[in-house]
């Protein structure tokens, strides 16, 4: 799995509880003061800052400048807003979620082709966990009409662990002749989640995992971490039955959250 380039993130203020501001490898962060709502997760190389209202995630940012904000209406999340960072010509994005029953239809653009927009559907069962996303292909608009540029390929099918409700398998399909093209299964330790106040909607880790699988960051398995943290991800692609494994590492404190995380050689702090 390479490193997916997110299409994430940039700076911002969130105004009624923290804001996590510009860091350096010495910075000290602001605190929640809230075990399970980190406000930063930091290493010698890369930061990843979370501000909230109360405990609803209202921005992530990175330290390269880039921002991903949410957006809500009423208690549900209906978009995000991809900022670039400052001084960057590109880079402006934006997905919208639009709820429908037990669907959810998932429309994304970005600079420069904003005339362009992928889109997924996302079914969900009667408990609203998501069982299947469908990529729907990507659409060029002019005006009213729309033009198809490029079919979806694939469909995904999830499984959740009945006693946690926490993402155990992937399975990824070809839309053609549903072959079976790809699985990443997830193994958890049995303490507390560091990501489990974090207020979001039940099925947001299900399609942020989604679009993050290719990444060997912990940081982008964040949401994951919800009852109990991640410890490994097997990735199988089945047509050739090569993969890879990565594997976490969680150093806890006192009160049985994780403080830090070990993956390749490299150690990571959980700020809360």
Aim: with cysteine; proline share 4%; aromatic share 12%.
């Amino acid at each position: 799995m390479n490193k997916l380039s997110s299409f994430l993130l940039s700076g911002a203020i969130c105004v009624t509880t923290f804001y996590l501001s510009s860091c350096d490898k010495d910075e000290s962060f602001p605190t929640s003061g809230i075990k399970g709502l980190p406000t930063a997760i930091t290493s010698d190389n890369q930061t990843l800052r979370l501000a909230y209202t109360e405990n609803r995630l209202s921005e992530l940012q990175w330290s390269e400048g880039s921002t991903l904000r949410f957006s809500y209406t009423s208690h549900a999340l209906d978009n995000l807003i991809t900022l670039p960072p400052k001084g960057v010509a590109d880079g402006y994005g934006s997905t919208t979620f639009e709820h429908k029953g037990t669907t959810i239809q998932i429309s994304s653009s970005g600079e420069p082709s904003l005339d362009i927009t992928h889109r997924l559907s996302m079914d969900l069962d009667e408990n609203g966990i998501p069982t299947r996303i469908t990529d729907l292909g990507s659409f060029r608009h002019s005006g009213e009409n729309q033009t198809q540029e490029h079919p979806g390929e694939s469909y995904t099918l999830f499984t959740t662990c009945p006693e946690t409700g926490s993402l155990s398998k992937m399975e990824i399909y070809s839309r053609t002749d549903s072959t079976l093209l790809a699985t990443y299964t997830y193994t958890y330790d049995n303490r507390r989640g560091m990501a489990g106040l974090i207020d979001l909607p039940i099925w947001f880790p299900y399609y942020w995992e989604y679009t993050r699988r290719y990444s060997n960051d912990i940081r982008e398995h964040l949401f994951l971490n919800r009852t109990h943290n991640v410890t490994q991800i097997t990735y199988t692609d089945q047509r050739s039955s090569t993969g890879e494994n990565l594997l976490f590492t969680y150093s806890y404190g006192s009160d049985g959250y994780p403080r830090f995380v070990e993956q390749a050689g490299e150690q990571i702090e959980i700020h809360y």
